[in-house]
């Protein structure tokens, strides 16, 4: 059984830094590209960074700069780094695999001081 989830959110002040992670079970996360999408309050769904199998990433222009995503093979997570911190970045952050597709819960980020 497919299964994603995703940890690391909370509560960090405007400018700090939070590392979410999402483990997948059920399946070799290294045999398929994975992605974050996060959704803002009142706001649709979108897309943050991809990961392809062999690793390369890709980011959506607006998020070019401080959203970092990484995968551990070895750990069957993918992660997202985010730095500089800014209250619009409140958002549940969701992974999401392509190849079916699956979500994960989401996770909660709030950036306020």
């Known amino acids: 059984q497919v299964q994603l989830v995703e940890s690391g959110g909370g509560l960090v002040q405007p400018g700090g830094s939070l590392r979410l992670s999402c483990t997948a079970s059920g399946f070799l996360l290294s045999n398929y590209a994975m992605r974050w999408y996060r959704q803002a309050p009142g706001k649709g769904r979108e897309l943050v960074a991809d990961i392809s199998s062999a690793g390369y990433s890709s980011y959506a222009d607006s998020m070019k700069g401080r959203f970092t995503i990484s995968r551990d093979n070895a750990k069957n997570t993918v992660s997202l780094q985010i730095d500089s911190l800014r209250p619009e970045d409140t958002a549940v952050y969701y992974c999401?695999?392509?190849?079916?597709?699956?979500w994960g819960q989401g996770i909660q980020v709030t950036v306020s001081s």
């Open positions: 999401m695999r392509l190849l079916g597709p699956y």
